[in-house]
Each structure stands twice: as C-alpha cells, then as structure tokens.
C-alpha cells in the first residue's frame, strides 16, 4: 500500500523552475517529519529538505535559497518548489515521512536540468 504518491518531475533548462507534490495520508501527514530526498547516478541518497508538523524548515546548504519546502494540511501534501535549477541538481527526488515508529519512501520522480 503506497503511503507517499509524488508528482511533478521532469526536464528544465538550467535557471528553469519546477513543483514537486507529495501526497500522503492524513495521518501520515500530520505525524511525521516530511522530507524530499534525492540520488543523482553514482551518488549517495541525500538530504534535500524537511519540514516538521509545526512547519520548522531544514535545507541542504546546495539548495538554500532555491527551493522551498511547505505543506498543504488541507490536502496533506508536501511541495518542493525548486527555482533557479541548476544541472548538478538532476537526480531522481524521493518524498520521506518519518517518525520514530516508520519511514516511508515514495516511488521517485526525475528531475533533469539540462544546461
């Protein structure tokens, strides 16, 4: 059963933008730590950027001031709105809801920045 559907990949040019979603359940969404996550080819999975249920923010230094990290409690879904996209941030994106208790991932989405 899929806890985490994600949308909103796909190629840019560099400078372009791009919204990723990430819809989970309500109780998913409203307990957990949501986080987007990335693995670019012969690297390492690595953290993007966080947002906890009270809305407190983390961002990889590579990513601050370029993307944005928020949520919809309405429609229990995680944005990443990524602007002034460069090609080093091509990798394929994973949503994560995390607590003490589980950690899911969702399926992946691509995300190409060509230059």
């Known amino acids: 059963q899929a806890q985490l559907v994600e949308s909103g990949g796909g190629l840019v040019q560099a400078g372009g933008s791009l919204r990723l979603s990430c819809a989970a359940s309500?109780?998913?969404?409203?307990?957990?730590?949501m986080g987007w996550y990335r693995q670019a080819p012969g690297k390492q999975r690595e953290l993007v950027a966080t947002?906890?249920?009270?809305?407190?923010?983390n961002y990889a230094d590579s990513v601050k001031g370029r993307f944005t990290i928020s949520g919809d409690s309405a429609k229990n879904t995680v944005y990443l709105q990524m602007n002034s996209l460069k090609p080093e941030d091509t990798a394929v994106y994973y949503c994560?809801?995390?607590?003490?208790?589980?950690?899911?991932w969702g399926q992946g989405t691509q995300v190409t920045v060509s230059s």
């Open positions: 947002i906890t249920s009270g809305g407190r923010t």
């Open positions: 309500r109780t998913v969404f409203r307990f957990s730590v």
């Open positions: 994560n809801a995390h607590t003490v208790s589980y950690d899911y």
